[in-house]
């Protein structure tokens, strides 16, 4: 046994979330390569992942006894949940990352991109940090992030050695799912195969079944051949798109388990999915995936990490939600089997196509669909996750020069880049001139507001709809500094460091 104490992460959400800690435990494996790694998790969810991911030793979240008896080097809690924080607290560790009970019983959270990740629930419109990312960076450090990046698709596959990356594999056991080259092997013939995901973790995220009915049908037509998938919770809306298309000897939903949609996935020419778990592990996995982004969820924050994938969602100006607040949500109309559906998924089905026939690769142009806009994943200059159009598509300037202009403040503050990054980011806000001017209407309200609770005669504190009672462009820096300031007890320093902040910006402004 390694005299190595293990890093434990606290990672007790959904698969997908799983999926995205796999970068993480990849760039901990590789930074300490004899030290183990152990992950607790939710055992409905590593169950079909473990002999797939990275080599590490997956404990039940119930079994705290297992860590209570353990002395372990870093703990890095990327977990919400109040347990989660206990268990940080609890263990004999060397250092906590991540949320953990405070002896007061309060929560603190240590590391800023952990508690810029917290910041921004419900404040994640203007988000350019992936989670994964976010998952990783205060454990490794900026160059263990840049080193992150999974491998780009492969194409069709067939392409398995049988290790999938899991114990016994020989060179790449640390990169997800045993990324391999293609090697021939099994290479199915006939047309171009295309995979359908109807499932999602709530109705909002996922189209109904109607939708990918036409969707199967319009690809039926023109020369592909669909297969409707889908976890064991998915067989009836499975079933129903699969009667309504005509097509049901093409449903294969509930039949795979985890390991085996990777093998058959990788047979397919595409596919297509909602955000969801078996999209990260997809994509991971190199099958060229298509993400219908619809419902409450952001691309930036969950698309799919790797590089080489496509995100489809409504061009509406409120996407990238947190959770929807209209009655009727614009994102996910078209697919929602009223009217626009069968047109919606018939464009959809023509993308499709072309993506499978090469238009759209290789950083080409693919087709336009009226009312979407469809992104390639891709990585920045930095070596960081980023969504590029690839229909041609101009976006949004204000809204891109606020999500700009707080990916600069923040990647500063992180250590990605200087400050020169922050002042070429706020000359993309300057040249939209209402968006300046509140700007500077709004930054030396707050520097004001923030001067008085400082010296409020009760002690300094921050009201609660200190958060949200911001004009929404503000937000991700208010909900932070909220956070920052109540995770420091609201000591003097860290007044003087959020107003600082808030002068470097007001600097910008002023110049």
């Known amino acids: 046994m390694s005299a190595e104490r293990p890093a434990l992460v606290l990672q007790m959400q959904r698969m997908g979330d799983l999926v995205m800690t796999f970068p993480l435990l990849r760039a901990l494996a590789r930074e300490r390569p004899q030290r183990p790694v152990w992950v607790v998790a939710e055992r409905p969810f590593y169950e079909g992942l473990a002999p797939l991911g990275p080599q590490v030793r997956y404990v039940q979240s119930e079994a705290v006894s297992t860590l209570l008896n353990e002395r372990f080097g870093p703990v890095i ?51 350019r940090f992936h989670w994964a990312e976010m998952n990783a960076l205060d454990a490794v450090g900026t160059e263990g992030l840049r080193a992150l990046t999974p491998p780009p698709p492969v ?11 899991g114990a016994g594999a020989p060179s790449r056991q640390n990169e997800p799912f045993g990324q391999n080259e293609p090697s021939g092997q099994n290479e199915p013939s006939g047309q171009p195969r295309v995979g359908l995901f109807v499932g999602a ?14 969707l199967a049908r319009r690809l039926a037509d023109l020369g592909l051949t669909p297969y409707f998938l889908g976890g064991p919770g998915d067989t009836e809306p499975a079933a129903q798109a699969a009667r309504m298309a005509d097509l049901e000897d093409n449903n ?10 990777v093998d058959f996935g ?19 996995a190199g099958i060229r995936t298509l993400d219908l982004s619809l419902g409450p969820v952001s691309p930036w924050d969950t698309g799919p990490f790797p590089p080489g ?12 939600c947190w959770r929807c607040a209209r009655d009727a ?11 626009g559906t069968e047109a919606l998924a018939a464009h959809v089905a023509g993308l499709a196509a072309a993506l499978v026939r090469g238009d759209g690769r290789g950083g080409a142009e693919a087709p336009s669909l009226p009312g979407m806009r469809l992104f390639r994943s891709a990585r920045d200059a930095h070596g960081l996750y980023a969504l590029r159009p690839a229909d041609g598509r101009a976006q949004p300037a204000a809204r891109e020069a606020v999500a700009g202009l707080w990916r600069a403040f923040f990647g500063a503050r992180f250590g990605l880049w200087d400050d020169a990054a922050l002042a070429a980011a706020w000359r993309a806000v300057a040249a939209q001139p209402r968006l300046a001017q509140a700007f500077g209407r709004t930054l030396p309200r707050l520097g004001a507001g923030l001067s008085q609770a400082l010296r409020a005669p009760g002690g ?10 911001h004009p929404l462009f503000l937000r991700p820096l208010t909900g932070f500094l909220q956070l920052f300031l109540q995770n420091a007890n609201y000591a003097p320093p860290a007044f003087a460091d959020a107003l600082g902040g808030i002068e470097r910006l007001a600097a910008l402004v002023r110049a």
Not at 156 to 165: L, N, V
């Open 77 to 127: 809690n990327l977990s919400h949940r109040p347990v989660a924080a206990r268990i940080a607290a609890m263990v004999e560790s060397e250092a906590v990352i991540g949320p953990l009970c405070g002896a007061d019983g309060a929560t603190y959270i240590r590391g800023e991109a952990l508690l810029y990740r917290a910041a921004i629930v419900h404040n994640n419109r203007a988000n």
């Open 309 to 320: 994938h496509f995100v489809l969602q409504a061009a509406v100006s409120c996407a990238n």
């Open 201 to 214: 973790s709530e109705p909002a995220k996922r189209p109904e079944p109607a939708f990918y009915a036409h």
């Open 460 to 469: 300094p504190a921050l009201p609660p709809e200190f958060w949200f009672g």
């Open 329 to 339: 949500q614009p994102c996910r109309t078209p697919y929602a089997g009223g009217a």
């Open 155 to 165: 194409g069709r596959a067939g392409t398995d050695d049988g290790t999938h990356g």
């Open 252 to 261: 294969l939903a509930g039949r795979f388990s985890l390991a085996e949609f």
């Open 266 to 284: 990788r047979t397919l020419d595409l596919f297509v999915t909602p955000d969801t778990g078996p999209m990260h592990v997809a994509s991971f």
